[in-house]
């Protein structure tokens, strides 16, 4: 009787507001009492509207009551923790229940698995001290016992059939299961824990071995890196000082020929002007001699003042003056064409990756065959292509014609409108390869998905901006971006293969016949990823090839 008086008492200590014994018990006017934190804590709220409630009862207070200390309600705490059965809460959202508690029912600390109830500290006593029910398999309190009873026996699965892979009772092995490779439960799951924690540690040496060298290979990298730059930039040092140094002399020739060539061209300035001034005289003398009557003596002094020969040497000086240094700057040109090819095709030859990281990446694609391993499918997307270009077997192949219906395909927002421009449908990420083939003028191009489609500005023209990478294949093919132009040496063809290392930032154009002749490479960061592109002109076409 006293341990139920108890149990009684337990449900009138509780805190309304944190639902737990109270805490520093006070009691207010009302009658009710809570935890002094959790009390001043919902006063502390009502303080700007000033007037104070019961949080059970809601009774109203226009002054905030001094709160004292429940010495009473205290001691009742004190002796009850003193008690043999410890204090248990009521349950809350979430916490099981005990089963065999009536009215509020208090939080299960425990449940029995051959009872399959959930008990409270108190109701768990039995448990305890009655030797048959201390053989009970007690465990932590859960809301899930009932998964398992075997649901066609209604008995506790003690047992697990390793032929069927389920867990059943001992009245299944006599029936369903008679005869299959079953173990009580318990030693089935020693075996698999210890089976699984042996797995475990072999994976996770393995990843332990992995991440090392995987950091080892990070060390390498950048240390090979460090030593490439400082190298490159060296070596770049010394070829811009040479540079300079050819520049400085091409300038010093052409600072001696200026000097040879005013030298000459001051003595003849020299000469003409003492031509000049002599004919002057000559000028001066026979409009003196114009105004003599004596017709003898005119024609006897003219006839020596009009007497010169033409000066052929001031014809070349007149030459003279057309000098230019345009022989000098064509070959300076010829010089900037021919190192922007060397620069390109022994660039071409950088790997974009080096051997510290082929841990970490595969290699570099180097014949077909080894490009046709990245072969991705594509089609073009119907919802994107200009109006004026159609769209044929099953959007693999897009051309264009003047005399096309330009309204023959419904507006959609992803259309393009300005350009004749179209894009794949599938994305392309990790490493890819595809081939077109190209028929007129064709410009092959990777974009991100939102680049723009309305405009008729460079946002929406494949390479005109920081969104798009376009090979315009038009004698002499021309690689665009952010609307820089790349002119390159490379013959013209028809089949183009396409390769994208979207982690590794490569993007590469080939020319492809019985063998893979590359045509222009870039490095960069693609931060989205990208759609195969083409944009058209007048009588032309795109298809893309199988592999």
């Known amino acids: 009787m006293a341990e139920a008086s108890v149990l009684l008492d337990q449900d009138q200590l509780v805190c309304s507001v944190c639902l737990d014994f109270l805490k520093e018990p006070v009691t207010i006017p009302c009658g009710h009492s809570f935890c002094m934190v959790c009390i001043n804590d919902c006063w502390d709220q009502e303080d700007q509207t000033g007037v104070y409630s019961c949080p059970q009862c809601r009774e109203t207070l226009t002054l ?83 998964e398992n009873v075997c649901s066609q026996h209604d008995k506790l699965m003690e047992i697990y059939c390793r032929t ?99 030298i000459q061209t001051e003595e003849l300035i020299q000469q003409l002007e003492t031509e000049i001034s002599d004919l002057k005289r000559r000028r001066a003398e026979l409009e003196q001699l114009s105004h003599s009557e004596d017709h003898i003596q005119f024609l006897q002094g003219s006839q020596s003042l009009c007497d010169f020969p033409e000066n052929e040497e001031s014809s070349k000086t007149m030459l003279r003056q057309n000098l230019s240094f345009n022989k000098v700057n064509k070959t300076l040109c010829d010089l900037k064409e021919r190192v922007e090819q060397i620069c390109s095709e022994e660039f071409s030859k950088i790997p974009p990756q080096t051997a510290a990281v082929r841990l970490i990446l595969p290699s570099i694609p180097k014949t077909r065959e080894d490009f046709l391993q990245y072969w991705c499918e594509l089609s073009l997307d119907p919802n994107t292509n200009h109006s004026c270009l159609t769209l044929s077997d099953n959007n693999r192949v897009v051309q264009m014609g003047y005399n096309q219906n330009r309204y023959s395909y419904p507006d959609s927002p992803e259309r393009f409108y300005s350009y004749y421009q179209v894009l794949c449908v599938e994305s392309v990420s990790g490493r890819c390869y595809w081939e077109v083939e190209c ?28 969104q798009s990478w376009s090979l315009w294949c038009l004698s002499p093919f021309s690689f665009w971006h952010k609307s820089i132009q790349v002119t390159l040496q490379a013959q013209p063809c028809s089949r183009i293969g396409v390769y994208v290392d979207h982690g590794g930032g490569t993007l590469s154009f080939y020319s492809v016949s019985d063998t893979m002749t590359p045509i222009h490479t870039i490095h960069t960061t693609f931060t989205q990823p990208l759609y195969a592109g083409f944009e058209l002109n007048a009588n032309s076409s795109a298809k893309l090839c199988d592999p």
């Open 164 to 262: 069927d892979h389920s867990c059943i009772c001992y009245l299944c092995t006599m029936h369903e299961h008679k005869g299959h490779d079953t173990v009580a439960a318990v030693a089935e799951r020693t075996h698999r824990q210890s089976e699984a924690l042996v797995r475990f540690q072999k994976f996770l040496q393995a990843k332990e071995e992995k991440l090392l060298e995987l950091k080892n290979g990070v060390e390498t990298l950048k240390s090979c890196a460090q030593t490439a730059v400082e190298d490159s930039g060296r070596m770049f040092t010394e070829l811009t000082e040479s540079i300079g140094r050819r520049c400085s002399e091409v300038k010093e020739l052409i600072r001696a020929q200026e000097k040879t060539e005013l």
């Open 64 to 146: 905030r009551p001094v709160l004292r200390r429940n010495n009473f309600i205290a001691e009742i705490l004190e002796k009850l923790k003193k008690t043999p059965l410890q204090m248990t809460p009521p349950a809350g959202p979430g916490d099981v229940k005990c089963d065999f508690c009536t009215g509020r029912k208090l939080k299960a600390v425990q449940s029995c698995l051959v009872c399959l109830v959930s008990l409270c500290e108190a109701h768990l006593k039995p448990h305890r001290e009655v030797p048959a029910l201390r053989k009970h398999k007690l465990v932590k309190a859960s809301s899930q016992l009932q």
């Open 439 to 466: 028929t007129g003028w064709v410009s092959v191009s990777v974009s991100y998905k939102d680049i723009g489609r309305k405009s008729s500005g460079h946002e929406c023209k494949f390479g005109y901006n920081d």
